[in-house]
């Protein structure tokens, strides 16, 4: 008596009712971040040709979206500033200014939407003038003196109000460092996101157009601290050891390429595990609705869903305002 006729798994596809009921895997705003890109200025909203869909936005912007963001019941947002390049310099020291771009963002948006979470990067690449994520000497990026710098531009980020730092320069040891600082100047409930996974990639392109940090990169790239797209086993190492030091959260990055890594950390480890669909992945759904191959929101969804089932407990998406819009609020 098994197997078809009697079993017929259509049955629990055959009407709307009955596929919500059995639905696996669920997506609402709650489980979006949106990133945005500030730039310097007032009432500047400007596209960025790269990334269609979205602007670069001043401070008194990037409030508006904060508000519409937190409206949509989008959770958080993360903040990428978008330095004047007479600002940038070999050390990128300007990420310590406590008036910087991102300081006087965070605190615009702490005080005309505090219930939005607010995440800010750690690393030097949009401040420095080679674009890397660190101070680079002799060819590369050296670790220590980098963790020093980023610990202070951790605490700057904190004191302006920042609610999550998200160190994403793949230095060694810098979440511990981090997180003594954090304890140290007594922002004990500043949650640390680590981009502990982070891919070596080429769907970062579109990003570093929108924040001008791709010029001077050169051909080694980032891959003497960024990771190969080959590791699957280095990933597990780099979460375990971002956990120890204090991580809240760890991220997996670029998304849609490495799912099955999501689903690895996942089952690996007991904090959250966030992902992020970067800008080159944003970029080509767009790319494929625009060519008229599908529809932007139908294949963002079934994008966001697949981070879901692959574990991922919040997504980064440039797509989270559009997505919210269409989505019922709440879980
Ligand atoms: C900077 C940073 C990058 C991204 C987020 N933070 C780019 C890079 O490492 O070069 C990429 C995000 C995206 O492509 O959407 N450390």
Not at 244 to 261: H, I, N, Q, S, T
Request: hydrophobic fraction near 50%; charged fraction near 20%; charge should be negative.
């Amino acid at each position: 008596m098994s197997g078809y006729p009697h079993i017929r798994p259509r049955r629990l596809r055959s009407a709307p009712w009955v596929r919500n009921l059995v639905r696996e895997t669920v997506i609402s705003p709650a489980d979006f971040i949106q990133p945005l890109f500030v730039v310097e200025g007032s009432g500047i909203q400007r596209p960025i040709p790269a990334l269609p869909g979205v602007d670069h936005l001043a401070i008194d912007r990037v409030v508006d979206v904060a508000k519409a963001a937190h409206g949509l019941g989008i959770p958080a947002i993360a903040l990428f500033p978008v330095i004047a390049p007479e600002l940038k310099t070999p050390d990128g020291k300007i990420a310590l200014d406590p008036d910087g771009l991102v300081p006087r963002c965070v605190r615009a948006v702490k005080a005309a939407v505090p219930e939005i979470g607010i995440m800010c990067d750690v690393a030097l690449d949009p401040y420095t003038d080679h674009g890397h994520d660190g101070l680079f000497v002799d060819g590369d990026v050296v670790n220590d003196a980098t963790v020093e710098v980023l610990v202070r531009q951790a605490l700057t980020l904190a004191e302006a109000g920042c609610d999550v730092v998200a160190p994403s320069d793949m230095m060694d040891g810098r979440i511990g460092a981090i997180r003594a600082a954090l304890e140290q100047g007594g922002y004990v409930n500043t949650l640390i996101l680590s981009y502990a996974v982070k891919y070596a990639s080429v769907f970062y392109g579109p990003f570093r157009a929108a924040v001008g940090s791709a010029s001077a990169l050169g051909v080694k790239g980032k891959h003497t601290y960024q990771m190969d797209g080959a590791n699957v086993i280095e990933a597990l190492k780099e979460v375990e050891l971002d956990v120890a030091e204090g991580a809240d959260m760890v991220m997996v990055k670029p998304g849609m390429p490495y799912l099955d890594v999501i689903a690895a950390v996942k089952a690996r480890v007991n904090v959250p595990v966030l992902a992020y669909q970067v800008s080159g992945e944003y970029a080509m759904l767009a790319a494929g609705a625009a060519a008229g191959a599908f529809d932007f929101l139908g294949v963002l969804r079934e994008s966001m869903i697949s981070f879901k089932r692959a574990g991922a407990s919040a997504i980064l998406t440039y797509g989270a305002l559009q997505l919210a819009r269409e989505l019922p609020h709440g879980r």
